[in-house]
């Protein structure tokens, strides 16, 4: 079914639309996965040889943690996830499902994933690092968004979940936390990035 505009309120959300353009980054978007898939790169080497980890984490979770980590031949700074493998084979399975799903995502919206390291006890996840905080937090430091912040947000976060539902992948887990804004910027020069696709799953259209 064909979403409509309610007539009144035409006028304004054509002064938001002006506003936002004015005011956010340019994001291009990527309308299907395979267009645009990244390389990712599945090594078979221990993690601690190409990575420098900070032991400090960034997030816990019952899926393990979330640590800053610089690669050691290019010094690029990565959000390594580290994920039991102790779950059982039901939880490997989503485990292996969400990279999957990942590897084919490339989209301005979407936390990218560069690489992926295993070993007995984890798989290891190296993805891009996101250092501006979820989008959760910032809506509590500011209490509220001006119309064209919030404007800025919902296009962002609506251009990424419309690329995943035309991609058949659905996330199953959108909540202000799992929004992570890049840097610490003001929302106004600042891309947000949907992340934990721990619940995604593929699906068909009927």
């Known amino acids: 079914m064909a979403l409509r505009e309610v007539p009144c309120c035409g006028s304004v959300l054509a002064g938001l639309r002006r506003l936002v353009v ?14 645009g898939s ?8 221990r993690i601690v040889d190409f990575y420098a980890s900070d032991k ?10 979330v640590s800053k980590g ?23 399975h989503r485990i292996h499902l969400e990279i999957s799903i ?10 990218r994933l560069y690489e992926t390291f295993e070993d007995k006890k984890n798989i290891y996840l190296v993805l ?18 001006t119309e064209v912040q919030a404007a800025i947000v919902m296009k962002q976060m609506i251009s990424g979940i419309y690329y995943l539902h035309s991609n058949n992948i ?32 593929e699906f068909k259209h009927r």
Request: glycine share 8%; hydrophobic share 35%; with cysteine.
């Open 22 to 35: 004015a005011a956010e980054p340019p994001v291009r978007d990527v309308q299907t996965a395979s267009s």
């Open 38 to 45: 990244c390389f990712v790169v599945s090594n078979p080497g």
């Open 56 to 65: 400090t984490a960034l997030g816990t979770g019952s899926y393990g943690t």
């Open 70 to 92: 610089t690669n050691k031949a290019t010094k690029s700074v990565r959000a390594i996830k580290s994920i039991l493998k102790s779950g059982g084979q039901t939880a490997l």
């Open 102 to 111: 990942m590897k084919h995502l490339h989209h301005p919206g979407i936390v």
């Open 128 to 145: 891009e690092l996101c250092s501006g905080g979820e989008l959760f937090d910032r809506i509590v430091e500011a209490r509220h968004f």
């Open 170 to 201: 659905c996330h199953r887990d959108l909540k202000p936390e799992n929004f992570l804004f890049q840097t610490r910027d003001p929302i106004e020069n600042n891309l947000l990035k949907l992340i934990d696709f721990g619940l995604a799953t």
